[in-house]
């Protein structure tokens, strides 16, 4: 299967200070990738400079073999949508008119939405299960449904590449189960690249296709749930942080 | 959305029966049916015909256009700035348009040279002040980024701005100090049809950017990042909607006087009726809104019973603070919206 998101020496950072360099990374159709890493290792920027907000500070980023520098901000938005850490203070806008700015890149200069664009938000509304918060405000929800609202609008802007910042963030088990399990229905029936960062280790590698590991100093590495274990790539990402994994079981343990 | 559209319609029959009643209202009372006849140029009383058409006809479409053009000020600036408290009065865009008035009314008469009419160079300084003191927001913005640091940058501008005035208005002759004065105190009367188009013109501009603006300015409700990952250019925006608010700000300032309380107060008003901040709405009722208030309070300070015109701006405030308290203090969420 050819790569839908294909970095080739990415270099990251702010302003000069590089975050991350040498990044090879490619996210097939119908792949659903978790982005591992400690704090502070650049999972946000890369996240960022993969979805053509932050500028590379070398080498580039192509979406279905296009250069994303190259493309216009709105060709980007086409190919590439993001959900963001944090809830956006959005006032008294209701989750039906949120999920529709989503369909921005592909409506005209007044943003006014076609019965198409309208049967697309319906539809991915009634798939993330938000069609009941249609009338709410965003400040108004749990954190579990601001999750799935804010899914929903990358849903709904159709673009073949979804990044997500730490989507499970702040959500309790039984949400963060449901964010990932939809995002790898979405990955599957629609053929859609889907990266997104993550501390849930264990629902990484019993849910995702494939592991990037973001390590200090060296380029991330990429490989397989089981490849990860096995070849203790990721405990070597974690090391001296009291993480055990066990290889056997595919599982890890905290040391008291 | 029929619920605004029928918010719409209703503001629309709100301002036309507004600058009815503002033809009507006066000194001398007129009837209807005269005022409409002086209007179409049937009326035989020529008094009539020239209080209807010079004298209140500038005033009202005066009062509607400052009114429509502070209101979509106030709306882009609080949007723009993610800050319920923008508008052209709080971050000092006003007192940057006064002090370039200050400057050519209150400088002795002999430093000008006289090929340029002293109106349109206060016209000029005017919209100068507002666009100065506008960069320099933005400026501001890029470093701090943080609406509260903003509005205090904006309030230190406005009283540099009042400083520097009013160390001109003690060196300045007793005849131009009045008639600044009585500038500042705001009036959409003295306004004759042959130099409406100088405001007319550059305010319906604005207006119709205003809503080239809605689209992005939709986009900037989730922020800055989202905007930009939805195609959005967000600096380009920033931009155009900050040479907008300086030309609508600056033009109305320089012809109307720094009207207070509009451009902040009808955004959040308009809000509270129609209970969305989707700019698609919240754009043309904000503006016919504005304009609906503008021409109110205009008849409230020509009102018959008292001899001299009451000041605009005393009017505008007895009104507008009030209205916004019960919008913040009535306890209903969705009016204490904190971003546009």
New interface residues.
């Given amino acids: 299967m050819s790569a839908m998101l294909h970095t080739e020496d990415l270099t990251i950072g702010h302003g000069h200070q590089a975050v991350c360099a040498g990044i090879d990374l490619q996210v097939r159709t119908g792949e659903l990738v978790a982005l591992l890493g400690v704090n502070g290792i650049g999972k946000s920027t890369l996240l960022?400079t993969l979805?053509g907000?932050h500028a590379p500070l070398a080498g580039r980023v192509t979406v279905q073999g296009a250069d994303l520098a190259t493309r216009?901000?709105?060709?980007?938005?086409?190919l590439?949508?993001?959900v963001?850490t944090g809830r956006?203070?959005?006032?008294?806008?209701?989750v039906d008119?949120?999920v529709a700015?989503?369909r921005?890149?592909w409506?005209g200069?007044?943003?006014?939405l076609s019965a198409a664009d309208r049967a697309v938000v319906d539809a991915v509304m009634e798939r993330t299960g938000t069609t009941a918060l249609r009338t709410r405000?965003l400040r108004d929800l749990s954190d579990g449904e601001c999750q799935q609202v804010m899914v929903a609008r990358a849903l709904v802007?159709a673009t073949p590449v979804v990044l997500l910042d730490e989507p499970t963030a702040h959500l309790d088990l039984p949400n963060r189960v449901r964010i990932v399990r939809l995002l790898r229905t979405v990955v599957r029936e629609d053929a859609k690249a889907v990266l997104f960062s993550t501390h849930d280790v264990q629902l990484a590698l019993d849910l995702c296709d494939r592991i990037v590991l973001m390590r200090r100093l060296e380029r991330p590495w990429s490989g397989t749930p089981d490849e990860a274990i096995a070849s203790g790539a990721l405990e070597q990402a974690f090391a001296g942080s009291g993480i055990r994994f066990d290889r056997a079981s595919g599982t890890h343990r905290f040391l008291p | 959305m029929r619920r605004s559209l029928g918010w719409i319609v209703a503001l629309g029959a709100m301002s036309v029966a507004c600058a009815l009643l503002g033809l009507a209202i006066g000194p001398v009372p007129i009837p209807f049916a005269e005022v409409w006849r002086a209007l179409i140029g049937t009326s035989t009383d020529a008094d009539v015909t020239t209080i209807v058409r010079q004298v209140r006809l500038p005033e009202v479409l005066t009062a509607g256009v400052a009114g429509a053009g502070l209101a979509a000020s106030g709306l882009v600036m609080q949007t723009i700035f993610?800050n319920p408290l923008a508008g052209p009065s709080v971050l000092g865009i006003s007192s940057g348009a006064s002090l370039g008035v200050a400057l050519v009314l209150l400088l002795p008469p002999t430093l000008f040279v006289a090929p340029i009419p002293r109106e349109a160079l206060s016209i000029v300084a005017a919209l100068a002040g507002a666009l100065g003191v506008l960069v320099l927001i933005v400026l501001a913005d890029r470093r701090v980024g943080d609406g509260i640091t903003l509005l205090i940058i904006g309030l230190m501008v406005g009283y540099l701005c009042s400083a520097v005035i009013s160390v001109l208005q003690t060196a300045s002759l007793a005849q131009s100090l009045k008639g600044y004065v009585l500038w500042g105190m705001g009036s959409f009367a003295g306004m004759d049809l042959p130099r409406l188009p100088w405001l007319v013109v550059p305010v319906i501009a604005g207006l119709v950017v205003a809503h080239?603006l809605?689209?992005p300015l939709?986009?900037l409700?989730?922020?800055e990042?989202?905007a930009?990952?939805?195609?959005?250019?967000v600096l380009r925006t920033r931009r155009l909607a900050i040479w907008t608010t300086g030309v609508l700000a600056g033009t109305i300032t320089a012809f109307c006087g720094p009207v207070s309380f509009l451009g902040l107060a009808t955004p959040h008003i308009a809000?509270a009726l129609v209970?969305?901040?989707?700019h698609?709405v919240l754009m043309p009722v904000s503006m016919l809104l504005g304009a609906v208030l503008a021409i109110g309070c205009d008849l409230v300070v020509r009102a018959p019973g008292y001899a001299a015109a009451l000041p605009l701006n005393a009017v505008t405030s007895l009104l507008g603070a009030p209205v916004v308290l019960w919008v913040l203090l009535s306890g209903r969420r969705?009016a204490r919206?904190?971003?546009?």
Avoid: E
């Avoid at chain 1, 956006?88 to 806008?93: E, K, R, S």
């Avoid at chain 1, 200069?109 to 006014?112: L, S, T, V």
């Avoid at chain 2, 930009?228 to 250019?233: D, I, N």
């Fill in positions: 960022r979805a907000l216009s901000a709105r060709d980007r938005a086409r590439v949508s993001i963001l956006p203070d959005t006032g008294l806008l209701t008119a949120l700015l989503g921005q890149p409506t200069p007044w943003g006014r405000a802007q | 993610r080239v809605i689209k939709d986009a409700l989730l922020g990042t989202y930009q990952s939805l195609g959005v250019h809000r209970r969305t901040n989707a698609g969705w919206s904190s971003t546009a």
